[in-house]
Every structure is written in structure tokens, then in C-alpha cells.
DNA sequence: ACGGTAGGTATACGGCGTACACTTGTCAAG
DNA sequence: CTTGACAAGTGTACGCCGTATACCTACCGT
């Protein structure tokens, strides 16, 4: 493990190496026994010098979050819709049975960071492209939910996200400038995001109105429950038809 | 908070006591900020007295999950098996709400305590009741998955749960008998797993296909999506036809 | 009245995240 | 080649955490 010396001069830290590190030592030890200390000691290096490279153990695990991101495929332009997102969900779960603490790690994390965000607007674009109303697309995206990990039950709450956080706001022309910014590369997020906050003023206000989007995807399966039911499903002959 | 005295006589603690404070705690502060020490504080008493009461945190917050799904309703018996698994899964919604860390602690534990065995069993017996195959039920039951909170996703792994990872194994009568118990207590459970036990000897052996799992609810849900985007729905005609 | 025991206490240990002050290595400009 | 500034790495310390162990004490059945 822990590379002390490469002839005789210390291999230099860098963010990408902490973080790559940090994915390796979940994946082996499981998350509980990822501190800072032990990853240090992994990297051959005293706990403080990870503080060079990550601001403190949050950022860290979102950094791995974004590192896990990056794996899952991207969407193959030719598809339908459907096998699209088939293919999409189905890469994504491959990535998390390769890193089992991910599932965990994910759903804790309220912070959307730019991987996120980025596989985010795809997902949602491959809804439009497929056909779906800005307004569908936005409660299918609920109704995926934590089968996309969760992070979606959240989603819309503040549009703007983004180490916004800072204990002192931003002049309004530079949030103005940041916001912009956040359309121009997630312009799929965006105009779910318009769209939702216009629409819903019957209900409190901006916002989604939680208790809908639950029903919304919890009354999709129960109606596809009931449609199996009718028509005497059973899994024997369900993989039998398909393998 | 922390009541000291009663008239100059302590109250004296219990594991109830003990749970709900814990659950107070957790609602009013979070559960990142539950620690036994805090929690002792809470309740006018030394940190280690709360061992006498519970074996650890981890039991702790087993406890307090258990305390929680007491919460949720029981099921109503007149209603049709959708109206009854929809009032349900409403209900334990609520409850989520009223304890927002209850989700976190839930996906955590792999434990199955009693109270958490007898709400699924309750629950598959709703599916069985309203004609549902066991089959059917099976897979419809992981489809539910996190919208029920996830713990339908490791369900059926291991049959003999509860308590079973002591250093030395029981003798076999008294496992036997365990089992016995367990079958007597949680009826429904005991079908479904045991069906589910023989029938899937195609793929690599007991347990479940997780792969097949996943995808039927995926599918499920695409499917559905794809039936909504057809018929052009739109979330403002579905309020305004319900509401 | 008393002795056992369940409930409560005191102290201590090792691990955690990280603030703060420091030394060391590196590299560009003189 | 020297230098000096800035980034990278170090050392020490603090206040949390969960909990092992040993002890004390109030209560209850006898």
C-alpha cells in the first residue's frame, strides 16, 4: 500500500489522488472505516496534509461522489427513449454494485455538485428527446427516484444550489451572472425547474408539491401491479419470454 | 429538559425511556447530533448509565426504528388490496415526515427487528389477501422497495435473521425451533421466502435475482411512463380530476 | 434486618475531525 | 546559481465520540 518512496523522491498529493484513494479504501474496508486518519496513513502521508487538497471530510466524500458519477455510461445517442434510460439506470446500478458504500453515501448527500448535475440534465434530456412535456418529464424524474439513488427527492427544492451556502450572499449581479451560468450548462434542469416553479402556485408555492409526486409514482406501480395481477403475470414465464 | 427530581425522588430509567428521549432528541436536532453522551444529558444521568438500558448505539437506534413503525397505521380490513397498500404506505409516509431521520437510520440497519418483521409481514398479507400470486407478491414487494424505505431490497437474503450472528452457532434443535417460531409469527414472510427459496435454483441459487428485481420495477415504471406520455398526461388535468 | 442485584456512577482509553503554528520542498525571477 | 515566496507536508493539541471496567448504592424479597 502506502508508496513511501519512488526512488528516493516522495510522489507529490494531489486532489485527484486523495479522492482516488478514498474510493479504493471504501470499496475495500467499507465507508465506516474510512477516516481521515486511516486514509493518511494509506497514502503514506500525516492526516493534516489531506487538508491541502480537500477543504474538510464532506467535501471529500463529495468529491467521491462526483468521482463515481463519471463512471456511469453515457446515453447512446441511436436508442429509443425507453432502452436509453434502460441503458442509462441499468450502468448506473452496475457502478453502485462496484462501490456498495456509494448507495449510502449518495443518499446522505444534499449537495449537488457538478457530476450530478451534469448526469441530471442528460437523464432529463433523454426524456425530451423522447417525447415527454416538460411537465411529465418533471414528475417521471421524481417517480424514478431513489432507482436513480434518491437524490431526486430533493431535486427542484433550490434552484440555486451550488456552494451557494457562503455566510455572506453574493452581490445580485453576480448571483444573476451565476444563475446564468447554471442555465447555460444545465439547460434541461432549468427548464424543468422554470417550468415547476411557475406552474404549482395552487398549492403552497414553489416549490413541488411533495405529497403529488409521492402518489404520482407510487399509484404508477400500484396500477402496474394490479395490470400483472389481472393478467396472471408470474416471473417463470416473464424470464422464460425474455432469456 | 433533563428532569433531576421528582418530589427528592429520581425517576428512574428504562429502555423506553430511554428510546423515546432518543427520539425527541433525534426529531428536535437531528440525528447527526444524537450521541449517548448528549442523550444521557437529555435525561439527567451519566453517559453510561444509558448501557444499562441498551447494548449499544447500535441498538439504540434499532429501538428507536422499532418505536417509529409502531407509529404507522394498521391496516384497514374492508378496503380492496390498492386502497388498503395505498392508505399504508401514506401512513408510514407521514411518519417519515414527523421523524425526518428515520429514512437515513432505516436504509442503515440490516437488522430485521420484530416490529419492522411484523409491519412487511402485515404488509405481503395485504398483497395475498387482495389475490395476488406469491409470486407476484414477491416481486412486487422488492418494487415497492424504497418507496416502503428499502429495506425490501435485502429482503429475503437471509431467512434466519433476527439475533443469529451470535460467535457460536445455536444447537441445531433450537434453531430448528427459532425458525419454527419465526414461521408461526411472521406467517406471510415465511411463504414468500420459502417459494422463493425453490423456485429461482435457474440462476446462481438461493436468494433472489437481484438483477430480475430490479429490472421488473424498472420496467414497471417505464412502462407506465410510456402508457402516460401517450395518452399526452398532464399534471394539472390529473389535480384538477382528483382534487 | 439483611444480602443480592439491578440501576447509576467515575474514570479512563483509543479513535475521530480538524484548528493552528511550524518546517520543508519546489520553482520562477534575479 | 542564489534566493525568496508560496505551496505542500508536519506536529501538536483540543474537544468530541463510543464504551470497557470497576465501583457504589438504593431497592426488594427473604
Redesign the pocket.
Same mark, same amino acid.
Given at each position: 500500500m502506502a508508496q513511501q518512496i519512488d526512488s528516493g #523522491?516522495? !510522489? #507529490?498529493?494531489?486532489r485527484d489522488r486523495v479522492l482516488q484513494a478514498a474510493v479504493a479504501l471504501a470499496d475495500e474496508t467499507g465507508i465506516e472505516?474510512?477516516?481521515? #486518519? #486511516?486514509?493518511?496513513q494509506e497514502l503514506? !502521508? !500525516?492526516?493534516?496534509?489531506?487538508?491541502?487538497? !480537500?477543504?474538510?471530510?464532506?467535501e471529500?466524500l463529495d468529491g467521491m461522489v462526483e468521482a463515481i458519477v463519471g463512471e456511469i455510461d453515457p446515453p447512446l445517442p441511436g436508442a429509443d427513449w425507453q432502452g436509453a434510460v434502460r441503458q442509462r439506470v441499468l450502468s448506473a446500478r452496475l457502478v453502485l454494485l462496484r462501490h456498495p458504500w456509494a448507495r449510502q453515501v449518495l443518499e446522505s448527500r444534499t449537495n449537488k455538485t457538478p457530476a450530478v448535475l451534469g448526469y441530471m440534465d442528460s437523464f432529463i434530456g433523454m426524456f425530451l428527446a423522447g417525447g415527454f412535456s416538460i411537465d411529465l418529464t418533471h414528475h417521471v424524474m421524481h417517480a424514478l427516484g431513489s432507482r436513480m439513488w434518491g437524490f431526486t427527492q430533493e431535486l427542484f427544492q433550490d434552484p440555486a444550489v451550488p456552494a451557494a451556502d457562503a455566510p455572506e450572499a453574493l452581490p445580485p449581479e453576480a448571483q444573476a451572472a451565476m444563475l446564468q451560468q447554471l442555465a447555460q450548462r444545465y439547460p434541461n434542469i432549468t427548464q424543468v425547474a422554470m417550468a415547476a416553479a411557475h406552474e404549482d402556485s395552487s398549492v403552497v408555492g414553489p416549490g413541488c408539491d411533495d405529497q403529488f409526486e409521492f402518489e404520482f409514482a407510487l399509484d404508477l406501480l400500484l396500477d402496474g401491479f394490479e395490470r400483472l395481477r389481472r393478467r396472471n403475470w408470474s416471473s417463470a414465464r416473464a424470464k422464460a419470454g425474455r432469456g
Open positions: #523522491r516522495r !510522489v #507529490r498529493l494531489n472505516s474510512l477516516s481521515m #486518519r #486511516r486514509l493518511a503514506g !502521508v !500525516v492526516p493534516m496534509a489531506l487538508y491541502k487538497h !480537500v477543504a474538510n471530510k464532506e471529500l
